[in-house]
C-alpha cells in the first residue's frame, strides 16, 4: 500500500504563499488521481483540488479557484499544493490523499490512503 507525507506547511501572513509537498512511496502512484483536502478546527474535512493520473486534468472548490494550484510530478512521486494570496480562513490541516481512481474526483470516499497532515496557519 502507498504511503503519502507531507510537507511544506507552516505560519504565513496574509496574502503570503506556501507550497505543500505530498511524497508517495511507490512507483504506482502515477497511476492514480491525487487530492488534497483540508480540516480547520471543529469543522469537517473539505475538498480542496485534485488532479488526475497524468496531471492534464485538475478541480478544485470554488473557495481556492483561481488561487491554488495543484500539480504532481510522476517521476518523483510527489503532487504538489502551490498557495497563493492566502486568506485567515485558509488556516487548516492539509491531509494530501490518494484515489483509487485515475480520474479526478473530489469525492472524499473515492479516496483510500491519507497522508498524517500538514498544518497550515495564516495570520491576519
Known amino acids: 500500500q502507498v504511503l503519502l507525507v507531507e510537507s511544506g506547511g507552516g505560519l504565513v501572513q496574509a496574502g503570503g504563499s506556501l507550497r505543500l509537498s505530498c511524497a508517495a512511496s511507490?512507483?504506482?502512484?502515477?497511476?492514480?488521481?491525487m487530492g488534497w483536502f483540508r480540516q480547520a478546527p471543529g469543522k469537517e474535512r473539505d475538498f480542496v483540488a485534485t488532479?488526475?493520473?497524468?496531471?492534464?486534468?485538475?478541480y478544485y472548490a470554488d473557495s481556492v479557484k483561481g488561487r491554488f494550484t495543484i500539480s504532481r510530478d510522476n517521476t518523483k512521486n510527489t503532487v504538489y499544493l502551490h498557495m497563493n494570496s492566502l486568506k485567515p480562513e485558509d488556516t487548516a490541516v492539509y491531509y494530501c490523499?490518494?484515489?483509487?481512481?485515475?480520474?479526478?474526483?473530489?469525492?472524499?470516499?473515492?479516496?483510500?490512503?491519507w497522508g498524517q497532515g500538514t498544518q497550515v496557519t495564516v495570520s491576519s
Open positions: 490523499a490518494a484515489s483509487d481512481r485515475r480520474y479526478s474526483t473530489s469525492v472524499t470516499d473515492d479516496y483510500k490512503v
Open positions: 511507490r512507483r504506482t502512484f502515477s497511476t492514480n488521481a
Open positions: 488532479i488526475n493520473w497524468s496531471g492534464g486534468s485538475t
